[in-house]
């Protein structure tokens, strides 16, 4: 493997007083660390700022302004009155998991006795979204009232056997619009992006169903002051809506930050047990969670339960489950999980094998792949890593009843959604997001399908020999600007995913000064280095993951220019500075009698 591994891209400003080298010893510019780290998010005036740093509910833009919602509120609460039975369709991932327990809970909060019901589709049976047979048999068995969650703005056609059949449909969303603007005919349409000038429209689905909650509550009772009750149970529904802005990986910028940040805060006192349950199995401590524990220890368990089995599990866990069955559902996804580990390892190998007998060791510049063995639960996870490991679109395919369905993931700057339109014409149906998407095609037409992918892909990649993930660094600094006191406000940039990742800064010209093996395996590396500032010498001690195979690239007394992640560890209430090595290039080699 070669170093750097990753394309840098640095900041596009031209920054004063670089660190002028291994013994220039000033600081990287005139500002402050932090004030840099926020300007390079966009985050400049004194306002933003504050907004930023102390992300409060106040931030959030009322319901009511949102598309849709005041008549979505109104159908909901008349059918409450009404003693109507309603039905909340969601989505089998995270997000639709999260959005279909938050309105359930609120429709038990305003009418204890109400009789509503959840219904998840079969990933594998049934697909993403609304079908005509699933509302149906949910109009067969009584229901007045379907409200979507996390799906059904495109679901144009469904909308009107919904209507046909006397079925009433509230719906609401937050996935891309179809092409032609059309929208379902609905008695509402709740959507963050219509119409175009909101705002703020990146909201996932379980923020769209928060947000209704809010609204429900309001109309329900009567007032934008709410009874304690229902504030209370809005306020306990933030995690919710948390773990699903997390999953669903939209950034974490504007609203989304602050549902992240508030609704992590008291994720520890939801009264829902069932998530008390999954966080206890998880081994995750209320106090200490942070958005990347959501994201790698918690949601897998969550999306676990669709992908290699059925959601409504999931759904249970955060709505009707006791203590008692919530232990049993959260031990169960954390066995479906661990197979679904197994799967994925499988597939990746797998598809890699077959990229590289298709292409002959060339840089491949799209990707798509089909087995009929594949798990299409899991083909989107392994979709992810491909990306990761080729920095291009990539798509897997498998054999689903009569057609071949395939999820895939894109790398920034190639909206996958677009690509796909493009080659359109060698597909059933496609849909999804930026980054993500879903396909349904005829087997005779993969071939047809891939050439046409790779060929759109192509236009729009770097040259080939820039064809490397990309590593956006946020500015540089010396290893002096990485004191404690910085270090520790960097933090308050948490909580961090999409569009606010963690900070990243190249330090240049630092020396090794010792390298160890770390890990229960050894397969990790400890290493120390410095650099002189100002007179005196400044050290850092730094994690490199997974790196204990390419030790010998950093022995003593080597000089590289490093791009690292700064935090903060803390062992028996004593704060210290450390950094995760994220990329690295050789400056000079080993110096000559090593360091002293």
Not at 21 to 39: E, F, K, Q, S, Y
Not at 58 to 81: F, L, N
Not at 97 to 122: C, G, Q, S
Not at 254 to 266: C, K, Q, S, Y
Request: net charge negative.
């Amino acid at each position: 493997m070669e170093f750097p591994a990753k394309r840098w891209i640095r900041p596009t400003a031209p920054e004063a007083g670089r660190a002028s080298g291994h013994g220039g010893g000033r600081p990287a510019t005139d500002g402050a660390l932090v004030d840099r780290l926020l300007a390079a998010r966009g985050v400049v005036t004194k306002e933003d700022r504050e907004a930023f740093l102390g992300p409060l509910l106040k931030h959030v833009q009322s319901p009511s302004d949102m598309h849709g919602m005041r008549e979505a509120a109104a159908t909901i609460c008349d059918a409450v009155r009404r003693k109507k039975r309603i039905a909340i369709y969601g989505d089998y991932d995270v997000d639709g998991i999260m959005a279909t327990a938050i309105v359930w809970h609120m429709l038990r909060a305003i009418a204890p006795d109400l009789a509503v019901r959840t219904y998840i589709p079969h990933r594998i049976e049934e697909g993403y979204g609304l079908n005509a047979d699933a509302l149906r048999a949910l109009k067969d068995e009584g229901i007045d009232l379907v409200v979507t969650v996390d799906c059904g703005v495109s679901a144009v056609d469904e909308a009107a056997f919904a209507r046909e059949i006397g079925l009433e449909l509230v719906v609401t969303d937050h996935h891309e619009l179809k092409a032609s603007g059309a929208v379902p005919l609905a008695h509402a349409v709740v959507h963050p992006r219509l119409p175009a000038d909101q705002r703020f429209g990146e909201l996932c689905g379980a923020g769209v169903a928060w947000k209704l909650a809010w609204q429900v509550a309001e109309t329900f009772s009567g007032s934008k002051t709410l009874p304690e009750a229902l504030r209370n149970r809005l306020l306990s529904l933030l995690p919710l809506a948390a773990i699903g802005t997390i999953a669903d990986v939209v950034p974490l910028l504007g609203e989304n930050r602050v549902i992240v940040a508030r609704g992590l805060a008291v994720i520890g006192h939801t009264g829902i047990v069932g998530l008390d349950e999954l966080l206890a199995s998880a081994r995750l401590e209320p106090a200490r969670i942070d958005s990347e524990a959501i994201a790698f220890r918690l949601a897998p368990r969550i999306n676990a339960c669709g992908r290699m089995g059925h959601a409504e599990d999931a759904v249970e866990l955060f709505t009707t489950a006791d203590r008692r069955r919530s232990a049993e559902i959260a031990a169960k996804l954390d066995e479906l999980n661990d197979l679904r580990r197994k799967d994925d390892k499988t597939i990746l190998e797998e598809a890699i094998a077959k990229l590289e007998a298709r292409t002959g060791g060339r840089a491949p510049r799209g990707i798509v792949l089909a087995d009929e063995r594949w798990n299409l639960g899991v083909v989107g996870i392994v979709c992810s890593k491909l990306v990761d490991r080729y920095a291009c679109p990539a798509i897997l395919i498998t054999r689903n009843g009569d057609i071949y369905k395939g999820s895939g993931r894109s790398v920034p700057g190639i909206e996958l959604h677009r690509v796909l339109e493009q080659c359109s014409a060698h597909l059933l149906g496609f849909g999804g997001h930026a980054m993500a998407a879903g396909v349904k095609i005829d087997g005779a037409s993969i071939e047809a399908f891939a050439s046409a992918f790779e060929e759109a892909c192509d236009a729009l990649l770097p040259p080939a020999a820039e064809q490397r993930p990309q590593l956006e660094i946020d500015c540089e600094c010396t290893l002096g600007d990485l004191d404690l006191s910085t270090v520790g406000q960097i933090t308050r940039l948490a909580p961090f995913g999409r569009s606010n990742r963690r900070p990243t800064v190249l330090v240049e010209d630092v020396e090794v000064t010792q390298v160890r093996a770390i890990g229960k395996t050894g397969t990790h590396l400890e290493v120390k280095v410095r650099q002189p500032q100002g007179g005196q010498m400044q050290f850092l001690r730094m994690q490199w993951w997974n790196g204990a195979e390419h030790a010998e690239l950093l022995a003593r007394g080597t000089r590289i220019d490093v791009v690292v992640e700064p935090a903060l560890n803390e062992f028996r209430g004593i704060a210290e500075v450390e950094a995760k090595v994220v990329d690295f290039r050789i400056r000079a080699a080993q110096a000559v009698g090593g360091v002293r």
